[in-house]
């Protein structure tokens, strides 16, 4: 088996849909990201570089959709392009987004500021590290990530996010204080520019549960269970599955 480690987003699309999982990690048929995909990891990247080094968050916005626009894997036309550009332009420049992103404050590591920190969590009976990066850690040691949404979050739905459920025991695992095991989602919003900070809070046992969900993913890609899993009917069609015309599309 052609692969060397797990992550947060191998075990839950293993979770949604295991031929999906297979079609990507193990047979690695090539795919092109969509538009919005491309667009939140360019807004990512710039929101990392601002934080990283300051400046002038527009003129980061603009070097990072550049690169991300002539990236290869991307399908744009020149339209959409210019389109989301702007969009990205106005969301990073509005009072609210650029108010919320200059409250927060890194974290320093050997007087670097700690973003894309590299976390790797060991699971009994799983030969594979479970490796991830968690966008930020503060100053007040919280880890946290950035997401881009059409609409504000809950804070249910942020309680429901396992994502940092991952992170936070990779952090205890080294050593890492963990400050009532809490986590932050900075939530900027593409409809009305907003910026949210919710947080996310866990207990230390709920990582057994963590530990056995990923076991079991585990002995299903050990024991080659591949199975469809069209549960979800947004995920499972042609729009939202770059898959699909190997799987259920052929049947269409």
């Avoid at 007087?111 to 930020?136: F, H, N, R, S």
Wanted: proline letters at 4%; a negative charge.
């Amino acid at each position: 088996m052609e692969i060397n480690h797990l992550s947060y987003s191998s075990i839950s699309l293993y979770q949604r849909c295991p031929r999906k999982w297979k079609f990507r990690y193990l047979e690695k048929i090539p795919t092109r990201a969509s538009e919005a995909l491309a667009f939140g990891g360019a807004i990512h990247n710039a929101i990392e570089d601002y934080l990283r080094s300051g400046g002038d968050l527009g003129a980061i916005w603009e070097a990072r959709w550049v690169e991300k626009s002539m990236d290869d894997e991307v399908d744009f036309d020149a339209e959409t392009d210019q389109a989301l550009f702007q969009q990205g332009l106005e969301m990073l420049q509005s009072e609210e987004i650029l108010t919320g992103l200059q409250t927060i404050q890194p974290a320093m590591e050997d007087d670097q500021p700690v973003i894309e920190k590299k976390v790797t969590l060991a699971v009994e009976d799983v030969p594979l590290p479970v490796i991830g990066y968690i966008d930020i850690i503060t100053a007040d040691q919280l880890p946290g990530d950035f997401k881009t949404s059409q609409n504000r979050w809950s804070e249910s739905k942020a309680g429901q996010e396992i994502q940092p459920l991952f992170y936070l025991a990779a952090l205890e695992q080294e050593g890492h204080a963990l400050p009532e095991w809490s986590f932050n989602h900075y939530v900027l919003t593409k409809g009305k520019y907003q910026f949210q900070n919710l947080r996310s809070r866990f207990r230390p046992q709920q990582k057994d549960w963590l530990f056995a969900m990923i076991r079991n993913v585990w002995r299903g890609i050990e024991a080659g269970v591949f199975f469809e899993n069209p549960t979800s009917d947004w995920a499972c069609s042609e729009k939202f599955c770059e898959y699909w015309a190997l799987c259920r599309g052929k049947y269409a």
